[in-house]
Structures are given as C-alpha cells and as structure tokens.
C-alpha cells in the first residue's frame, strides 16, 4: 500500500457492484466468498491482525494482513502459533477503533500513523 495508490480505493457505486457480485455468487455456489472491505460491516470490523486472517510476507514476517505491512514476529523464529499471540497483533485487536469499517480501503493503512505507533511500542517494524 502506498500514497500513490490512494485514487485505487472503490467508490461507492463500485463496492455495491462488487457487493451484489458477492451476493450473487453466495446464493449460486456453497462456498465461502469474503470481499473485503465491505464485508467488514457484517462482521464489526476489519477481520485483520488474527480476528479473522494474518498474512505472511515473502520475507516469512506475520502481518495484520496483506494491506498492512507492519510486524513484530516472523515465522523464521516462532511457530504459527506463537506467531498469532504477538503483542502486535494482540495490541491491535484491543484498539477496535483501528479496525472498524472505514467506508472502503484498508483500514489499518488508513490509520497508519496509530498502527505504526502500536507497533513501536512492542519494538516491531514496517516495510
């Protein structure tokens, strides 16, 4: 994620266009189909930072998610399992206010500067 690409964000006729795609393919197929950000709504929140998913960067570190390149744990070190208790992660599942639906976009970047403040706290680092 990055400055530049701040015009990429769905507006809101898109993310409604993208939502009744969703809906559809939920109705058609028993599966599970999770779009996000707007699925957010439905479930109190980004489902970032262990609520719901993590993401491992190439590099094996444990992020909020793929949107949110920020760390304090790599998989090199730790088990998953210890990876997933992180004081980061833990953190940010205790700040819900950093991890409510934003209207679209990722939310974690949207608060970035708090995200990153959390993350110097625990002595992790941002790409």
């Known amino acids: ?25 939920k ?3 028993r599966a599970l189909f ?3 950000p707007w699925d957010e ?5 980004c489902l970032a930072g262990g609520r719901g998913f993590v993401h491992i960067n190439a590099a094996g570190d444990l992020e909020p998610c793929p949107f949110a390149p920020f760390s304090d ?3 090199r070190t ?10 980061f992660l833990a953190r940010l599942r205790a700040r819900p206010e950093l ?14 500067e708090q995200v990153a403040q959390v993350l110097a706290e625990v002595g992790g680092s941002a790409r």
């Open 1 to 25: 994620t990055d400055e530049a690409t701040s015009d990429w964000v769905l507006t809101a006729a898109q993310r409604s266009q993208v939502a009744a795609r969703v809906a559809a393919l």
């Open 99 to 112: 991890l409510r639906y934003s209207g679209g976009g990722c939310a974690l970047w949207k608060h970035r």
């Open 73 to 75: 744990t790599s998989l």
């Open 78 to 87: 730790a088990p998953l399992a210890d990876a997933l208790r992180s004081p």
């Open 27 to 29: 109705r058609r197929h």
């Open 41 to 45: 709504m439905a479930v109190g929140g």
């Open 34 to 36: 999770i779009a996000v």
